[in-house]
């Protein structure tokens, strides 16, 4: 099993949502977060007034899948959430040693 973890920008947590349902990952997890990477902030205005925004909103999305699918679901991560700008995010992919679901005990591939 594997944790893949990608951050995305907000506005596209819909389009990612819906193509992943559509190859078939059944759960996900997400939460608003700031960050930078490369482009370290961005200038915006407020009031007339340039400033620099040290963090800009990201949504950081969780998703425990079977070795078989990772690259698939790598795959249509990056096609759903690209907009060829800098600051479309990364995807990182951890080894997940297990999992239970809680309500039936059932552990591993069948807790997914």
């Known amino acids: ?8 920008k907000p506005f596209k947590l819909d389009d990612v949502r819906d193509a992943l349902g559509a190859i078939g990952v059944q759960g996900i997890t997400a939460a608003e977060c700031k960050g930078y990477g490369r482009q370290k902030g961005q200038n915006e205005f407020y009031r007339g007034a340039e400033y620099v925004a040290q963090f800009t909103p990201k949504v950081k999305l969780e998703i425990a899948v079977e070795d078989g699918q990772v690259e698939k679901v790598i795959e249509t991560l990056t096609t759903a959430a690209r907009t060829g700008k800098m ?5 990182f992919v ?9 309500r039936t005990g059932e552990s591993n591939n069948d807790a997914l």
């Not at 099993?1 to 995305?8: D, N, Q, T, W, Y």
């Not at 600051?87 to 995807?91: E, Y």
């Open 1 to 8: 099993m594997k944790l893949i973890v990608a951050i995305i």
């Open 94 to 102: 951890f080894e997940l040693g297990g999992a239970v679901r809680i």
């Open 87 to 91: 600051g479309d995010g990364k995807i």
